[in-house]
């Protein structure tokens, strides 16, 4: 695997995060989660929060196990933040869901968990994982850039995905020829 297994987790969850919204066509959602996606949220941040803490103070030693599992459940629920942080307008009527249910993100959250520990186990998936990986990681990058450049420009009309994508591409190859 390119990555280390708590980034692999991330980086998977981010991308069947991805593919969910795409499938959904829910790229434009801008709906507060209810009660209920914020408490399984919070339970998929808490995990890698207090896995990494532990684990720094020397309370004990995390495993690739541990790390996949976190890294996974962290990465499937950060896109629809970034979603709700990207297009969320105090002033506008946020009616376009995220999640349409706690069932939803619930299945988002079991499908990159599920993909993590199927890695973990050592199922014949390492190809498949490393790509997947790897398209997470742009995404999430992407995703990232997206929320600042939308930020910066606010309501004019540009294609400011696309714009983070290219821009994501071309820092990854820029480092990629810098390191040996």
Do not use: H
């Not at 995390?62 to 979603?83: D, H, K």
């Amino acid at each position: 695997m390119p990555l280390c297994a708590r980034c692999t987790g991330i980086y998977i969850g981010v991308f069947f995060a991805l593919c969910f919204f795409l499938w959904k066509k829910r790229m434009a959602g801008n709906q507060p989660f209810s009660a209920k996606q914020m408490l399984l949220t919070l339970c998929c941040i808490l995990p890698m929060s207090a896995d990494g803490f532990c684990s720094y103070m020397g309370l004990w030693e995390s495993n690739q196990f541990l790390r996949v599992l976190t890294g996974s459940l962290i990465g499937a629920v950060v896109p629809g933040l970034l979603l709700l942080a990207g297009n969320f307008d105090p002033v506008e009527k946020n009616d376009k869901a995220i999640y349409k249910n706690t069932k939803e993100l619930l299945f988002v959250v079991v499908c990159g968990g599920a993909f993590g520990l199927c890695l973990w186990f050592g199922l014949p998936l390492q190809g498949i994982g490393a790509m997947l990986s790897i398209v997470g990681e742009v995404c999430l990058w992407a995703g990232v850039l997206w929320l600042i450049l939308k930020n910066i420009f606010g309501k004019r009309k540009l294609p400011l995905r696309r714009i983070s994508l290219v821009l994501v591409f071309c820092i990854i190859f820029a480092v990629g020829g810098f390191l040996p």
